[in-house]
Structure formats: C-alpha cells, structure tokens
C-alpha cells in the first residue's frame, strides 16, 4: 500500500501487509501525521491519499511498481502459510525469501532513502546464553535453532485464554515484553523520519514475569476468572535495555493503558462477553 503525505509534501512510503493488525495501525498513523483529530473512524484524506496495491511476497518483482517513487518502505508484511509441522521450510525460509524480494524491489528505486523492517522481540530473546546481569539490547540476537522450535504459539490467544482462566498455554512465556501497538506505529514513524539514523531499535514498555503478570490483572479486571499465579518453570530470565529508542525522545504510553486498550478491544469484538474495566 502506498501513503501520500500531506498535500504540498512531496513524499510517498510504502507499506507491505497492509492488511495486517501493525501495518493498518501503521497507515492509520501515517495518514493522521500532524493532525490533531483522531477520534473519527474514517481518516480524513484517506480516499486521496492511499493507493492498494497487489503484490505477492513469494514473487520476485511483484514490489517493483509499488515502490517505484517513494522516499521509504515499511515492511511488515509476512507470508502466511498455515504450518503444520515444521516452521522453518514453512513460516521462517519464506519469510526470509519475501523479505529478500522486497529489498530486491527496493534496490531498484534510486529515490529510496529508507527501509524499515519490522520483526518481533523473539529476534532477540530465544537464545541460551542469557545473562541475568546484561540487559538484551539492539546488538542481540536470537539462536535460529530455538527460534525455530515447532512449539510457538500464538501469543495474542494466549493472552485471551489467560484472561479466561486457562494457564496451560500462556505458562511456556514465563516472561516477556509489552507495549501499546499505537506506540509500535509511532516509532516506525519516528525513526524512519531520522535521517542519520541506522541499525536497530527495540520497542518494549515493560517487561513481567507470568505471575507479576497475573497478579496485576487479576487486581485491575476483579470480573474476569484471571488465574493468581503458575506453575513453576525452568526458563531464563531477561531484561530490555531501549535506551536507543529513547534517546530519540519517544516517550512510551503506561503498561495500564496498553492493557486497558487491549481488554477493551476484545470486548467490542466479541471475545469477552462484558466489560471488566
């Protein structure tokens, strides 16, 4: 999908999975830039300013028109193949594979000032060699073995099931990092408008242990069957260290309001039968 910035602006990104939860939060950000007004559905200038623009990751040169002539590219888009045994010939391989014609589309626009490529923290957590006195910063980096173990799951499920009373598959996190999707999209957006910026940014509001976890929703969603506590589990343990990103002067919105958004969010889709807040 390409955005258009303000008239007057001579400047065009592209963003890959348009369809997706990030990537639409993206565009909605992007087309919202320097305005005030956000509480409408429809963003205004939205029909003006956004081209669809059909692609397939798995087809080299599928990008090259959808990037010609824009200033930057916010890849987020992934294959999505369904796996049903092992994720590495199915979810990782192809995701490198459209990763890698994406920036072969992108090698071909010499007006192409920025690439934004955006992966989840597992990039840098899943890994043996944890040390509890060093936190995980932008030059860490993931096992590929481990990051390819065929027991991931879905993370956003799992935190419904949680919020339902069910543990078994929530348990395997032990600890992990949070942070509001909105916050997600405005860093894209503030880095790639960095222009002697370069490398990684790691974007987490906070990290919790499953217990530390469930000890805070049970207390703020008193309605909701939360369970108080897990059962015992040997995994590492981690910090995150984003001082990068915030040296840039983003200033991330509260893990209670993350939470609240999120709660809220299930209830008008139906997942929750009422609302706890």
């Known amino acids: ?155 956003a499920s799992d935190f419904l099931g949680l919020l339902k009373g069910e543990t078994k598959k929530f348990q395997w996190h032990r600890r992990m990092g949070y942070v509001h999707i909105d916050d997600v999209a405005l860093c894209h957006i503030l880095v790639s408008e960095k222009d002697d910026d370069q490398g990684r940014y790691l974007c987490s509001t906070a990290l919790m242990d499953n217990d530390e976890l469930v000890s805070f929703l049970s207390a703020r969603y008193t309605l909701l069957p939360i369970p108080t506590r897990f059962e015992p589990m040997n995994r590492p343990c981690y910090e995150f260290d984003t001082s990068m990103v915030r040296s840039l002067g983003f200033e991330f919105k509260p893990i209670e309001q993350m939470f609240d958004n999120c709660v809220t969010s299930l209830v008008n889709q139906g997942y929750i039968s009422s609302s706890p807040i």
């Open 1 to 155: 999908m390409n955005v258009d910035s303000e008239p007057g602006i001579e400047k065009k990104v592209c963003v890959t999975g348009a369809a997706g939860y990030l990537a639409s939060l993206l565009i909605k950000r992007l087309l919202l830039s320097g305005k005030r007004e956000e509480s409408c559905s429809f963003v205004e200038g939205a029909k003006e300013r956004l081209q669809l623009v059909k692609a397939d990751l798995m087809d080299e040169g599928s990008f090259d028109n959808a990037v010609m002539g824009c200033s930057g590219m916010f890849h987020m888009g992934s294959p999505v193949l369904n796996p049903s045994f092992d994720p590495k010939p199915e979810t990782v391989e192809p995701a490198i594979q459209g990763s890698l014609n994406v920036l072969r589309s992108c090698k071909k626009n010499p007006h192409l000032r920025r690439v934004m490529l955006t992966s989840s923290s597992s990039t840098v957590r899943v890994r043996e060699d944890l040390d509890l006195n060093v936190p995980l910063d932008e030059t860490s980096w993931s096992s590929v073995e481990l990051s390819c173990h065929p027991s991931l799951c879905s993370t």
